[in-house]
Structures are given as structure tokens and as C-alpha cells.
């Protein structure tokens, strides 16, 4: 009887033991699920979001003007979308667009199309000379840029203000923007939208992120951007007008 006893009590002590073991690993599973639900209220996440642009033509076949819906400027918007502040931001834009490549067709197209306008293109830079009756009108000249850089103090999630950051692109996207429109303009019963499919090809923005939240933990993301069919509208007063969106790819890159 004793030794029957003493077998069920060893019995009894060891369910004891595992179950106080199984309790201490669920307490703890529990308390590291906390800890991670506590901190998502500092954690930020900034992303690009798809930003359209209009074009407008402005007094001349040769005057089109690229914009944002409500900005002079061409220009990246990014979002804090996530929970906390991001502070410390460093935005890095890489433009990996063969500028020289692409603007030699447009220089022989344009000279192809009889527009009066002369390309002077080097590996680095272009620059444009606008005629009229022979006569220079204007003259722009820009460099290609490969990348820039920017440093933001801090951006505050959107639940609590809709303000976003945002990047401007260099003259050179610009550029090819609107040239690329004039001369899809004088090639409406040709091959227009070959001339839009070109571009799409050419366009390449690469966004990398380094941001930390509250706490000073960092956080770092990569996206791409590319350019999307444009929309064509046309008005009696104005002609053709066009939408632009440079949207974020759905997967990231290495």
C-alpha cells in the first residue's frame, strides 16, 4: 500500500512540474505578445504613394507644362502611414535612366518632325535651344542627375496630421516628360502611343528609407516607382490634355 501511494505521489509531483512549466512558457509567450503590442504604437512606416501629374499646354505647340494638382512642381510624396513619429529620416533617390541615350531620340525625332528645337546632349548634362523664325527664344540647360539626397527632422503619422513629405524630381524627368508629350503631339496620327510606351520603358526611380521611431530603433524599406499609361482627354479650348502617375511597384526590390 505504501509503495502504491509513493508511485501516485512521484505521479501527482511530476504532472505538478510539467504543468507548472507549460504554464511559465504560456505566461511568457503572452508577456512577449504584449511587449510587441506596446511597442507597435511607436513603430512608424513610410512609404511613396502614386502621384499623378497633369500636362498642360500653355500659349505654344512648344509650351507644355508639367505639374502636380495642386503644385508647380514635380514631386515625390511619401506618407507615415504606421502607428508612431519617425524621426532622423534620410530619403535617398536613385534615377538609374540612361538621360543621354533618351534624349538622342528625341533630338532626332524632333529634327525628324521639323520642331524647332536644337540638342546640344553631352554624357553629363543637355541643353535645349527653343527657335522661332530662326531666332533663339529660349535656352535651358540641366544636368543629368543620378541621385539626390534628403534629411527630414521628423514625419508624423497621418491619423494625426495629413501632411507628407515631399521630394523633388530633377529638371531632367521634367524635361523628358514634356518634350516627350510635344512630340507625341505632332505624331497623333502616327504612333502616338508608342512614342508614351518609350518612356515608360525609360522611367526607373529607386526610393530607399532609413528612418528610426521614439525609441531609436531603426527601420529601413526600398521601393520602386514606375510610370504608368498616361490618360488622354481633349477640350475644343485647349487641345489634349494629359495625366501622368508614377506609381509604387507592388513588390520591393533587392
Known sequence: MNEWLLEHKLLIELIVAVSTVLTLIVIYFTLVEMKKQRLKIYEPFILP???????????????WIVN?????????????????????????????????????ILANEFKENDISMNFDISDK?????????????????????????YYFDYSIPIRDDDTSINL??????????????????????????E???????????????????????????????????????????EGNNFKLSLDRENKYFA
Open 168 to 193: 523633388n524630381l530633377p529638371t531632367s524627368i521634367k524635361e523628358m516628360f514634356s518634350l516627350t508629350i510635344i512630340l507625341y503631339h505632332y505624331n497623333l496620327n502616327i504612333r502616338p502611343f
Open 125 to 149: 548634362s543637355c541643353c535645349i535651344e527653343e527657335k522661332k523664325d530662326n531666332k533663339i527664344i529660349k535656352r535651358s540647360n540641366f544636368p543629368f542627375e543620378s541621385k539626390q539626397k
Open 68 to 104: 502636380s494638382s495642386d503644385s508647380p512642381e514635380l514631386f515625390l510624396q511619401l506618407r507615415n502611414i504606421g502607428q508612431g513619429v519617425a524621426k532622423d529620416i534620410v530619403i535617398e533617390l536613385y534615377y538609374p535612366i540612361k538621360f543621354q541615350e533618351y534624349f538622342k
Open 195 to 237: 512614342i508614351f510606351e518609350r518612356l515608360i520603358n525609360y522611367i526607373n526611380i529607386e526610393i530607399r528609407i532609413n528612418y528610426k521611431d521614439n525609441l531609436s530603433r531603426k527601420y529601413k524599406d526600398s521601393f520602386k516607382m514606375v510610370l504608368d499609361k498616361p490618360g488622354v482627354s481633349f477640350s475644343s479650348e
Open 49 to 63: 504613394v502614386n502621384s499623378t501629374f497633369n500636362v498642360i499646354k500653355e500659349i505654344s505647340d512648344l509650351k
